[in-house]
């Protein structure tokens, strides 16, 4: 069973997380690791989601104000020996209803063809892709996504 807890990043088990993911990523970015580096500060970053199983941290996603009333996902990873459990979907899920409750209109994201799950699930779980936004406009490599939200009280 999953439980999921609503945290900020300065707590141990995400920044454990975050640790293995840029682990990760340094492998499968490459060259291009820096670059994406930059813009993955935990920095300004309040709202975390925790995923656990059996006592152990699995799975974390985080989100951080991008414009007015839109937030952008961040720092998603699941632990390897967790994936295809639906950690992720969870997460996710928390996220969004957290950026309802705060009467968000949308969230947005970026991912890299590097990682095809990741894609996968962000496909699956309903965002839309969307031309690049700020800084990675212009790259191949990455690959934009927003999701509008049901919000009971937005009003357009």
């Excluded at 928390?94 to 950026?99: A, M, P, R, S, T």
Aim: contains cysteine; charged residues 30%.
């Amino acid at each position: 069973m999953i439980t999921l807890i609503k945290t900020d990043a300065k707590h141990r088990d995400f920044l454990h997380l975050v640790n293995l993911l840029n682990q990760d990523l340094a492998v499968r970015n490459g060259d291009d690791h820096e670059f994406y580096m930059q813009y993955n500060g935990l920095e300004d970053i309040d709202h975390v989601v925790l995923a656990y199983s059996e006592g152990k941290v699995v799975g974390c996603g985080a989100m951080k104000e991008f414009e007015e009333r839109v937030f952008e996902v961040k720092r998603m990873y699941v632990l390897q020996d967790q994936r295809g459990k639906g950690v992720a979907t969870k997460v996710l899920q928390e996220l969004e209803d957290w950026g309802v409750a705060m009467n968000l209109k949308a969230l947005v994201l970026e991912t890299g063809l590097m990682l095809p799950e990741a894609i996968g699930l962000y496909e699956k779980y309903g965002f839309d892709k969307t031309p690049n936004y700020g800084q990675y406009v212009g790259n191949e490599d990455s690959v934009c996504f927003r999701k509008e939200l049901k919000s009971p009280s937005y009003e357009s």
